[in-house]
C-alpha cells in the first residue's frame, strides 16, 4: 500500500467537506481513491488537483453536470478546452438575457413607485404601493431565479447540485 492522503487531509487541503469530497466521489467526478486494508480512502495529489479544478469550474459558473462532462471528455484523451468555450459562452449569453430582464423589471418598478409616490394613500389602505399590485393595477414581469448562473460564494451550490 503506497502513500496517500486519507479524506480529512484532503479535505483540509482543499477547503471542501469530507461529505462533498464523498459526494463529488460518488458523481464520478473523483476516480475511485485506492483503499488502506482497514478499508479507509487514500487519496492523492492528483485528486487535490482534481478538487481544485473543480472548485475553479464552479467559480465560472459550470454546474457538476457540465463539469462531469468536461472531465469525461479530458480522461477520454480529448483536449476539453473548446467545450469548455462554448459552456462559457452559454453562460454569458445567459448572463446578458438575465441583466436585459432585470433592467426592464427594475425600470418597470421604479415607473410604478414614482406613480404611486404621486398618489395620496387612503388611511384604510396599509400601503399604497403594495395595494397597486394587489389591486391588479401593475403586474410586474418580474424574471425567474436563474439557473446555474454563477455560485453566491465560492463553496455555495446552484440549483440542481448537492454540496
Not at 8 to 22: H, N, P
Not at 111 to 132: L, N, Q, S, V
Request: neutral net charge; aromatic residues 6%; hydrophobic residues 35%.
Amino acid at each position: 500500500m503506497g502513500k496517500g492522503l486519507f479524506i480529512g487531509d484532503l479535505a483540509k487541503r482543499t477547503g471542501m467537506s469530507t461529505k462533498t469530497i464523498r459526494y463529488y466521489e460518488g458523481l464520478g467526478l473523483l476516480s475511485e481513491p485506492q483503499r488502506t486494508e482497514s478499508g479507509y480512502r487514500l487519496y492523492s495529489e492528483k485528486d487535490v488537483e482534481g478538487l481544485r479544478f473543480i472548485h475553479g469550474a464552479k467559480a465560472l459558473g459550470l454546474s457538476l453536470s457540465e463539469i462531469k462532462q468536461i472531465v469525461g471528455i479530458w480522461s477520454s484523451g480529448s483536449a476539453p478546452c473548446g467545450h469548455v468555450s462554448q459552456l462559457l459562452d452559454e453562460k454569458l449569453a445567459s448572463l446578458d438575457r438575465r441583466i436585459a430582464e432585470l433592467t426592464t423589471f427594475r425600470d418597470e418598478l421604479r415607473a410604478y413607485k414614482d406613480e404611486m409616490d404621486r398618489i395620496e394613500t387612503p388611511f384604510h389602505i396599509p400601503c399604497k404601493h403594495i395595494e397597486g399590485v394587489a389591486s391588479g393595477q401593475w403586474l410586474p414581469t418580474v424574471p425567474e431565479p436563474a439557473e446555474g448562473l454563477g455560485p453566491k460564494n465560492h463553496h455555495s451550490a446552484r440549483l440542481g447540485d448537492r454540496p
